[in-house]
């Protein structure tokens, strides 16, 4: 399974919606609290790029050598339509400054974020991280990829994705069919798929035979799943 370190690095670097918070700071406009991208330095700082007229630039400008702390707040919703969308958060909390050093686009800010402490709670659970654990973790190789990746699995492949349900063992939603069947989230290690049936809804993974590094690597890895599960299913009739 990704390390709790490797997932909130993914969450840091996908597309999940972010807000910067500033302890003490209420903005009037919370929406030019958004970075508007965000990316992990070489040494696990992360730089967030802010509208050049974002209070926490005018914090951090401020604010100089005094220390200035700030949560970058990160919500991962699911990009398939399934009960219960979110499937984590994210926090990474530290000093902020301004990135002088580094060039930015025009009317915008590059601020830098040093962590000093980080924490996900996910579809894994809860669990701190270390900001040197942090540093050294690198994302998951879908992330630019899953949310795409998924929508695909859903539209084009929903009979494939139910038929997985005999592979999780008949427990939970999965006694009986499965009144729907939805990809949740994919990583290199595995799939996780919400069922829904007459029992409510159940969560199943369902892990690769190794770990992939790219779409190659995923494509046989599906196939793999699939034909599994499609014996599986003949062998319940």
């Not at 530290?94 to 709670?121: H, I, N």
């Not at 427990?171 to 290690?189: I, Y």
């Not at 595995?190 to 035979?209: H, K, Q, S």
């Amino acid at each position: 399974m990704p390390s709790a370190a490797e997932r909130t690095r993914t969450l840091v670097q996908s597309t999940a919606s972010a807000i910067l918070v500033i302890p003490g700071l209420v903005p009037d406009l919370p929406e030019l609290m958004v970075p508007e991208g965000r990316t992990v330095g070489a040494d696990g700082d992360l730089f967030l790029l802010l509208p050049a007229e974002s209070p926490a630039v005018r914090a951090a400008a401020r604010a100089e050598d005094d220390e200035l702390t700030a949560v970058l707040d990160i919500t991962d919703v699911a990009p398939v339509a399934v009960p219960g969308r979110i499937r984590g958060r994210a926090w990474i909390a530290g000093w902020l400054t301004a990135a002088r050093d580094l060039p930015a686009p025009a009317g915008k800010a590059l601020l830098r974020l040093e962590v000093g402490e980080a924490s996900v709670d996910d579809l894994w659970g809860a669990e701190a991280v270390e900001p040197d654990e942090f540093a050294a973790a690198r994302p998951d190789p879908l992330v630019d990829h899953e949310a795409d990746l998924l929508q695909h699995l859903a539209a084009a492949h929903a009979d494939q994705v139910g038929w997985l349900c005999a592979l999780a063992g008949g427990a939970g939603a999965c006694r009986g069919e499965p009144t729907a069947a939805v990809p949740l989230a994919l990583d290199r290690f595995g799939l996780r798929v919400r069922f829904t049936g007459a029992d409510g809804t159940f969560d199943a993974r369902f892990e690769f035979l190794e770990p992939i590094r790219g779409h190659a690597d995923l494509h046989r890895a599906m196939h793999t799943l699939f034909d599994a599960a499609r014996e599986a299913a003949a062998r319940e009739r």
